[in-house]
């Protein structure tokens, strides 16, 4: 499927209108034709966005709460940190465009077979959506006008079998993998930084290690929060609900790193 480019209704629109229950602004947004942006791709870079952030801030995080737990210096700490977001920002990168594209190629294969099957046997391929259709509770009556008037365009048709028979989502034909790649590394490395702010802003100040751990701890949880905020914009949950459910997941994580740090550097100088 290409992007949009055919006039669809006002679909921001059409979301607040169910946001606020408002059965005539939902008319309204129907009735409005615009030529939109492709939504689905805004919504995929939002999700690479808080996927890598997410990451970035909880991994980079960790392994801050563990190095304290196990008594490093700063130094040590900033030394880890930052080669620990950039080593993870590529990897998380990397294998993010990589399965999206292995993905692809899968979904891409098996359209391929599928025009095929409707080229050289459509009876076949018309039976089994009818079967399917009926199936799902449509007569067979209705079901076989349905198909026999969409297998009539076969590239629609053919897009059509692959989300019911097969439920796979046919990628657009611009779509590039390594787009969404980029966009998570980046968003890893930015927000991934975040729990090393305090160590750089206050270690030439004389802090003590205690207290730049205390300033990376709120630095943190404040980041955590806020992407929690952000991702409330794609699940549609109260804001402070994502918020308080993002900073509760990272708080945990960070707790077991500084412990499981705190037991090695125990088990170290003890022995």
């Given amino acids: 499927m290409s992007s949009t480019t055919n006039p669809m209704r006002d679909l921001e629109g059409a979301r607040n209108a169910y946001d606020k229950g408002d059965i005539e602004a939902s008319k309204l947004a129907h009735a409005t034709k615009t ?24 991994t980079t995080f960790a392994v801050v709460a563990g190095a304290v737990g196990g008594g490093l210096g700063t130094d040590v700490i900033l ?6 977001v950039f080593a993870d920002a590529v990897s998380m990168g990397i294998g993010d465009a ?8 899968y979904i891409l294969m098996e359209k391929a077979r599928e025009k ?8 076949g391929e018309i039976e089994e959506m009818i ?13 076989t006008e349905c198909i026999n008037r969409m297998a009539k365009y076969p590239e629609f048709f053919v897009n059509v079998m692959m989300a019911e028979e097969l439920e796979l989502q046919v990628p657009d034909e611009d779509e590039n993998p390594w787009i969404d790649g980029g966009v998570t590394f980046l968003s890893f490395v930015f927000f991934g930084t975040i729990p090393l702010l305090g160590y750089l802003c206050f270690y ?36 402070h609900k ?8 990272g708080g945990g994580a960070a707790c077991l790193a500084y412990l499981v740090g705190a037991l090695v550097d125990s088990a170290v100088h003890s022995g």
Wanted: charged share 20%; glycine share 14%.
């Fill in 131 to 143: 079967d399917l259709y009926v199936g799902k509770g449509m007569s067979k009556e209705d079901a």
């Fill in 116 to 123: 095929w099957e409707l080229e050289n046997h459509p009876e």
């Fill in 98 to 105: 990589l399965s999206t594209k292995s993905e692809n190629d």
């Fill in 35 to 58: 030529h939109g942006e492709d939504h689905s791709k805004v919504g995929g870079h939002i999700k690479s966005i808080v996927f890598g952030g997410m990451d970035g801030i909880i």
């Fill in 242 to 249: 994502s918020g308080l459910e993002v900073l509760g997941l």
């Fill in 204 to 239: 030439a100040a004389g802090y003590t290690p205690q207290a730049l751990f205390i300033v990376a701890c709120v630095i943190t949880a404040l980041a955590l929060f806020g992407l929690g905020v952000v991702k409330s914009r794609i699940t549609k949950q109260l804001w």
């Fill in 79 to 84: 030394i880890l940190g930052f080669s620990s």
